[in-house]
């Protein structure tokens, strides 16, 4: 099992920056994606962004330039750095991790095993 603990959301005046960290422990895997998505109110789960084990990435369209996902494979710990924050950004954001044995492309939540608990971000205007 993985264990996988969101932390760093709050809430922001619009334009302004947050970074969210995702620590995963337990029995974690060399050949790991790890992933953000997100979920506002009435909305269905979308990607955020994502991580291959090698290090490629991949962002939704609405995040690509003020979005920044990274990770520190020592501590495995996943990062969001989030600039430019804007309303529409507001919403539970939600780590998740699962075992690859090849990189992915455009994951969806269904190939995600693991799930972290949730951090709410709050942009107002």
């Known amino acids: 099992q993985v264990q996988l603990v969101e932390s760093g959301g709050g809430s922001v005046q619009a334009g302004g920056s947050l970074r969210l960290s995702c620590a995963a422990s337990g029995k974690t895997y060399s050949r790991m994606c790890m992933s953000w998505f997100r979920q506002a109110p009435g909305k269905e789960r979308e990607t955020v962004a994502y991580?291959?084990?090698?290090?490629?990435?991949g962002y939704a369209d609405s995040v690509k330039g003020r979005f920044t996902i990274s990770k520190d494979n020592a501590k495995v710990t996943m990062y969001l750095q989030m600039n430019s924050l804007q309303p529409e950004d507001t919403a539970i954001y939600y780590c998740a991790a699962a075992q690859q044995s090849a990189p992915w492309y455009n994951p969806l939540p269904s190939d995600f095993k693991y799930w972290g608990q949730g951090a709410q971000v709050t942009v107002s205007s």
């Open positions: 991580i291959n084990y090698d290090g490629t990435t």
